[in-house]
């Protein structure tokens, strides 16, 4: 056998979401670059299996995060295809191009979830950037599941040499963490493989990239006539076979041609997969006109085919279906190196002046000031924007859209806000005052691209400020790691508590001042406050917020807000079993409480999960005791060879 060449991640190019903050390196996602911390330290002593600090972290895990309060008046946009389910993925970078054979993945706690391995296409001796070559292929794939505390994945074996081998140094891993029991934690990955440069010149090998992308980016000929732009390749094999042995149904036997045609249409909607609807097209004519009419398709994800996107998909989708498209999911299809380019995107927008719902989450590629620019002139009735972890773009460009009710910039880098000489002062939800649902949930500094890194806490508090002074009706507001809000907190609850289903205040600083020297919260000063104005809270977050609580403070919270589905109390100290038992009781609809952290012990936290089964009760250190014989198992020896 050749040799095989093990690598550790080098460069970490691109991610889905990231609980921590790149301020630190706590859960941050570049943990994952590099040999495994934990499971280095685990022969040199240290422990293996558990909640290591320095791993890479998703922002979520389980469904909880799909049955938020704004979900419940803007659900997911159409129905995802099973055989794609991912949730986050992670784009890696390694030093040498291999012909990938084999790959490792290092897990410390609740394993499990890797749904896909795609590797890209790009050649080898292509500079790194080059956009119009770089293609992703899926090579591995399985449901989710969930695993050991270490597992190996084999990938199918590559030909070492032949006009389909594809050598690679860059990797995309994605995840479905909907079965995890808590958060999934990875603590690297390591791939092995032939080196490329062992097998053929770079020359030819490139020649031979370059074809296979090009005749690849052609779309077929079935594609063309339903002007999806491109082939099929990368959607799993089973989905695409034909029914073998099935005979053709006769003219005579077609009983579609006397139904009316409102029944047709309703038994297509629910053909979700883009390459079905491809494929029943050519079944007949009457099938061809059903599939292609322009009032055919509503609600439109293009996510599960973020793969095999090009240039001509969204021009020849928005030209056949634009009118009557309401609901569009872009989110993935702007990835690094993307085919979807701003000009692209932006042409087709043009097209699609009744949409109201859009959503960008990871579309980097092409969110920008054209792009939004745009989208404000041609989609006026827009009311959801999400835009998270995208950047690049001045904020006051969403002026124009005077509908909108939900907008997501959590994580974004680079999101530039009006200054007026050295003072921050947007003026964005004077125009924007329908707005019910804003997400700011932040990652790093200079978010906003002020180039100050002490204006983080001016313009969290200005775009509060700004919030509170405009807006006539808010339902729910995510500062998830923001700083220096405490001030105009108060303003905003009185303002909007009445109403409000949705508060996370994960990770925040309540502080008054940027200086952290002004005064903080007390405990009467912060319930009360939040007590006494809103009634209506559906989801409570207090994630690492040093807010002193007691029994008596959560009897006042199931008292005051009987309405709480989901609340998270990790790392809060000072109420003990009888206030969770008062908690539990009054709040019926409870389904979610997480005590990770907090001053709650094993014993505790197993009474509360056995008298309240129709919760889920979080608890790291139960989670830790139950999972105590993996603790102690030790890793096999040949993972302890390759570090």
Request: some cysteine.
């Amino acid at each position: 056998m050749p040799h095989q060449k093990g690598q550790f991640v080098s460069y970490l190019s691109d991610f889905s979401s990231s609980y921590g903050s790149l301020e630190s390196k706590t859960y941050d996602v570049t943990n994952i670059v590099g040999t495994p911390k934990a499971f280095g330290d685990h022969f040199n002593g240290g422990a293996l299996y558990g909640d290591h600090t320095a791993s890479l972290v998703f922002r979520t895990y389980g469904n909880y995060w799909n049955s938020l309060p704004f979900h419940k008046e803007f659900r997911s946009i159409g129905i995802k295809p099973r055989w794609f389910q991912a949730s986050d993925f992670i784009e890696l970078e390694f030093d040498e191009p291999v012909f990938l054979t084999k790959l490792h993945l290092y897990e410390t706690f609740c394993p499990g979830g890797l749904t896909r391995i795609l590797i890209s296409d790009l050649g080898t001796e292509i500079p790194r950037g080059t956009p119009h070559l770089s293609r992703w292929r899926v090579i591995w794939s399985q449901p989710s599941f969930v695993g050991d505390h270490m597992y190996s994945i084999a990938a199918p074996a590559l030909p070492e040499h032949s006009e389909n081998s594809t050598a690679t140094y860059r990797i995309r891993l994605e995840f479905d963490d909907k079965l995890a029991e808590y958060y999934h934690e990875l603590d690297g990955v390591k791939i092995f493989g032939c080196p490329w440069t062992d097998k053929m010149k770079a020359s030819d090998y490139l020649l031979n990239r370059i074809k296979q992308t090009v005749s690849i980016s052609v779309p077929t000929e079935m594609l063309k006539k339903l002007k999806l732009g491109d082939s099929t390749k990368n959607i799993p094999i089973e989905a695409e076979k034909p029914n073998a042995g099935v005979k053709p149904v006769s003219e005579k036997m077609n009983f579609f041609d006397k139904l009316p045609l409102e029944i047709i249409q309703m038994i297509f909607s629910f053909v979700v997969d883009l390459s079905h609807r491809s494929q029943a097209s050519q079944v007949s004519k009457m099938f061809h006109r059903v599939v292609t009419d322009q009032t055919a398709i509503k609600e439109l994800n293009l996510q599960p085919y973020y793969t095999n996107l090009n240039r001509e998909t969204l021009p020849n989708l928005s030209s056949t279906y634009g009118p009557s498209i309401t609901k569009l999911d872009l989110s993935w299809t702007g990835f690094t190196h993307s085919r979807v380019t701003s000009k692209v995107a932006s042409k087709c927008l043009a097209s699609l002046p009744n949409m109201e719902e859009l959503k960008c989450r990871n579309c980097h590629s092409f969110v920008d000031n054209e792009f939004l620019d745009s989208l404000s002139r041609n989609c006026p009735n827009l009311k959801l924007l999400d835009l998270f972890k995208c950047g690049g773009f001045h904020l006051a460009l969403l002026k124009p859209l005077k509908h909108l009710e939900f907008l997501d910039i959590s994580q974004c880098s680079n999101v530039f806000i009006e200054r007026k000489e050295s003072r921050i002062e947007p003026s964005i939800f004077k125009d924007l005052s329908a707005i019910k649902w804003f997400l700011m949930g932040r990652v790093c500094r200079d978010m906003f691209g002020s180039g100050y890194l002490d204006d983080d806490f001016e313009i969290a508090a200005a775009l509060l400020r700004d919030l509170t002074n405009h807006c006539t009706e808010i339902r729910g507001l995510n500062l998830w790691r923001q700083s220096g809000i405490g001030h105009i907190f108060p303003d905003f609850v009185k303002k909007f508590g009445p109403e409000l289903r949705y508060l996370d205040l994960g990770w925040t600083s309540l502080h008054r001042t940027s200086s952290h020297l002004g005064s903080g919260w007390d405990r009467h000063s912060f319930w009360d406050l939040l007590l006494d104005n809103c009634p209506k809270l559906e989801y409570l977050a207090l994630t690492a917020v040093k807010i002193p609580t007691n029994d008596e403070d959560l009897h006042r919270l199931a008292r005051k807000c009987p309405n709480l589905e989901q609340v998270d109390f990790l790392g809060q100290a000072g109420f003990g079993e009888q206030g969770l038992h008062g908690l539990l009781t009054g709040c019926k609809n409870m389904k979610f409480l997480d005590l990770s952290y907090a001053a709650v012990s094993i014993e505790t936290a197993k009474k509360i999960k056995e008298a309240y089964p129709h919760c889920d009760i979080k608890h790291v250190p139960t989670i830790l005791h139950t999972n105590r014989d993996l603790m102690e198992q030790r890793v096999p020896n040949y993972v302890g060879m390759e570090l």
